[in-house]
């Protein structure tokens, strides 16, 4: 099994920068790739970017240039670094992660995950 652990959330003004990070613990050697969702209230969960082990990442288009993925192969943390936050990316923002290989654009759908954490909140006042 494997537990994922979120935090770094907040609240903060438009325009400020905010990361997350997400401790993966467990039996983490059987990882592929770990991502990040967001979920507004009344909306679906959709994807923000994933990053496998040795560190290929995606990007969604409606973060890109702003949000970053990394990770820290030592710590088994991937961190979500958000720059220039709008309103609209108020959200609770999970970490998931997949055993499954394969990389590509079927990283972006939540069924291709096995685990997920339990969320953190991130609030952009305006």
């Known amino acids: 099994q494997v537990q994922l652990v979120e935090s770094g959330g907040g609240l903060v003004q438009a325009g400020g920068s905010l990361r997350v990070s997400c401790t993966a613990s467990g039996r983490t050697f059987s990882l592929y790739a770990m991502g990040w969702f967001r979920q507004a209230p009344g909306k679906e969960r959709d994807f923000i970017a994933a990053i496998s082990w040795i560190g290929s990442t995606i990007l969604s288009d409606s973060v890109s240039g702003r949000f970053t993925i990394s990770r820290d192969r030592a710590k088994n943390t991937v961190y979500l670094t958000m720059n220039s936050l709008k309103p609209e990316d108020t959200a609770v923002y999970y970490c998931?992660?997949?055993?499954?290989?394969?990389?590509?654009?079927?990283?972006?759908?939540?069924?291709?995950?096995?685990?997920w954490g339990q969320g953190t909140q991130v609030t952009v006042s305006s």
């Open positions: 998931a992660a997949t055993r499954s290989t394969g990389w590509g654009t079927r990283l972006r759908a939540t069924h291709e995950y096995d685990y």
